[in-house]
């Protein structure tokens, strides 16, 4: 056989070997023998790996990654008692077709996971829960909106319970479940009946898969103490020294009575004695959201002997002589009342039925004016210290005391139950020195008084004394309103040594009074 007829035995013997082993896929055999791989051409159905919208790459398997995130996160497992952990909610996992051959490996993508979230960037099986934050007014008159919180529980038990935890810190247990479980008693003589009680806020529960990157509550106490103090962290304490009362400790630290009661849930008074040893809780409440309870309250309410003026041209101010000694009385009060966590915000008074009539103490006074004999130079102004009247209509209700609030402190009184357009009345012979209106303070007034006293009226609805004014004690200086920042009609009422906020010092006018 010559060299031309083997060389072409050959060739029809590699033709014929190819068409058997390329079979029903010639493409491929061709790239077999050409060194080429057959997925150059051939589309591939992958997964696109894409954490926070970035790309991690591609995978050949999901279900591989699902399951050796989960057998890798034998810690998780442990801390949070669970059976399944899960890929993080931002990474999201797209099937594509694809010819491209740059493949990760599962061990790859999940330490590329890591480097970017965390040993802990996983989730598991729990609630999400949404405490939405509501408008407000802010002391400078702008409304603003408090932050949206966001928690997360396993159990939404956990949260429901905590809730409760929260509410009954500022209502007692007793008639918080008389109020849920409609058994409230009708009012005999005296008491209060909640009408209503909802929480402020939208709050929305929404069961999924939860990042254990996250704060992740297991247990009701911790969530509790946060819902009430905003923070998880241990409070400040005091170790009760002797002679200490409950309201001096909290005063020292810049907390009111309530809030103190509120922390030492152990105590239900502020009369409560205590004894030297004790480690008693300082943490200012900062609850997360804000629980409104309406209440009909029907009380026996003292009413202050009121002092009542007769002037006498013939004496000189500063002359006093009693008259008539006054005696209390006694009233029957219907009031309607607002609290949000547990403070008073509002006192609308519905009847006043007078038990036992009140007797007005009569005193004498001089009117003769002496001039320049006051320490604020070019005015005619009475002289000294004349006997203190109470600024507003009797009965009332005390809806803010004298002290800390929220951590600053509330510098005078808050006097509601009095009615919209009722007498606000000069506390004390005096010069007025600020007549105006601001944000905060609405319509407000400022009386100089002697021995540096200062009396101040706020969120009036109108006043009918201007600076320079002379008023003697009891005569009229405007109407209750809730001008300014206020949530609801009463008079805010403060006593000073020194003019306020210009080095002024308050002082609780119980000290007067």
Do not use: C
């Not at 009184?413 to 009615?419: E, H, N, R, T, V």
């Amino acid at each position: 056989m010559d060299k031309k007829t083997t060389a072409l035995t050959i060739i029809a013997l590699i033709v014929t070997g190819l068409i058997v082993y390329m079979g029903s896929n010639p493409t491929t055999a061709f790239a077999k023998i050409l060194g080429m791989s057959a997925n150059t051409n051939q589309p591939r159905q992958l997964y696109h790996i894409y954490l926070g919208g970035e790309s991690l790459g591609l995978i050949e398997s999901q279900e591989e990654l699902e399951k050796f995130i989960d057998e890798k996160q034998s810690e998780i497992k442990k801390k949070y008692q669970v059976d399944k952990v899960y890929v993080p909610n931002d990474l999201d996992i797209v099937q594509e077709i694809t010819y491209s051959q740059d493949i990760s490996t599962i061990e790859e993508i999940y330490q590329k996971i890591q480097e970017k979230k965390g040993s802990e960037a996983f989730t598991i099986d729990g609630y999400k829960i949404v405490i939405n934050g509501i408008e407000k007014e802010s002391e400078g008159g702008e409304t603003i909106k408090t932050e949206d919180i966001v928690l997360y529980v396993l159990d939404k038990e956990i949260f429901t319970n905590s809730v409760e935890k929260t509410i009954t810190s500022f209502i007692d247990n007793e008639s918080y479940q008389k109020f849920l479980t409609d058994t409230q008693e009708e009012i005999q003589e005296t008491g209060t009946i909640i009408e209503d009680l909802y929480i402020q806020n939208n709050i929305s529960i929404h069961k999924g898969r939860i990042p254990t990157e996250e704060k992740i509550y297991l247990t009701e106490d911790e969530l509790s103490k946060y819902l009430l103090f905003g923070t998880t962290e241990d409070q400040a304490t005091y170790v009760v020294q002797e002679g200490d009362t409950i309201e001096d400790i909290a005063f020292n630290n810049k907390l009111s009575p309530e809030e103190f009661l509120i922390a030492n849930a152990e105590y239900s008074s502020s009369s409560d004695l205590l004894y030297p040893g004790k480690e008693v809780v300082l943490g200012i409440i900062q609850p997360q959201f804000d629980t409104v309870e309406e209440t009909h309250v029907v009380s026996k309410k003292t009413v202050e002997i009121q002092t009542v003026y007769e002037d006498d041209p013939n004496q000189y101010v500063g002359y006093e002589k009693v008259k008539q000694e006054g005696s209390e009385g006694l009233s029957l009060v219907t009031e309607k009342q607002k609290l949000i966590n547990g403070e008073i915000t509002t006192v609308v008074p519905v009847s006043e039925e007078v038990l036992v009539p009140a007797v007005n103490k009569v005193i004498v006074r001089g009117t003769k004016k002496r001039s320049n004999t006051s320490s604020l130079p070019n005015q005619e102004v009475p002289v000294g210290v004349g006997s203190w009247v109470w600024p507003t209509v009797v009965p009332y209700t005390i809806s803010s005391s004298f002290g800390y609030r929220w951590g600053k402190l509330h510098e005078g009184i808050d006097i509601s139950g009095i009615g919209r357009g009722s007498p606000i009345k000069a506390a004390n012979n005096g010069l007025v020195v600020q007549s105006g209106y601001t944000r905060t303070n609405g319509n407000y007034i400022v009386i100089a008084h002697s021995n540096g006293y200062y009396t101040m009226y706020a969120h009036m609805n109108s006043r009918i004394r201007k600076a320079g004014d002379v008023v003697m004690a009891g005569d009229q200086i405007g109407t209750a309103g809730d001008s300014g920042f206020a949530t609801g009609v009463h008079l805010h009422f403060a006593i000073y040594r020194g003019m306020p906020y210009r080095g002024g010092v308050p002082i609780s006018p119980f000290t007067i009074f």
